[in-house]
């Protein structure tokens, strides 16, 4: 991969993070739909570029299967995800389901540039 395309990705990841938290805590509709846009475009740009980067170092003869397993992973956690941020947000407030969800995904996504080989090429 080139260079570039990591950066980013990691750029791309940390605007729709920021965007989210945005949407958390504004009062504005416009703002909230310009945020809500925001992670719309970065929701969709990693999600195509990891799937591209999945297939294109998969084996023809397993393909299907790892994207079918893909695709179950991708809808059953974004549904965990949205009801366990609801029912933080029910109990604590939308600031703070925004806040923990932002602090949650840093840390991941620190874990994760920590210990990806193709980050640290």
């Keep these: 991969r080139v260079p570039a395309f990591k950066v980013s990705i990691i750029f791309v990841t940390v605007f729709g993070m920021v965007s989210a938290w945005i949407l958390t805590i504004t ?3 416009s703002l909230a739909l310009i945020s809500a846009a925001c992670m ?3 929701a969709t740009y990693l999600g195509v570029s990891f799937q591209a980067e999945i297939q294109a170092d998969l084996h023809d003869n397993i393909r299907g299967r790892v994207m079918s397993l893909w695709g179950m992973i ?4 974004m549904s965990l995800g949205s009801l366990l941020l609801g029912l933080i947000a029910d109990k604590f407030g939308l600031f703070f389901a925004g806040t923990s969800l932002i602090i949650c995904s840093s840390i991941c996504l620190s874990y994760i540039l920590l210990k990806s080989q193709s980050f640290r090429e």
Excluded at 74 to 77: E, F, I, P
């Design 27 to 29: 009062q504005q509709w």
């Design 40 to 42: 719309g475009f970065a």
């Design 74 to 77: 991708t809808l059953g956690s």
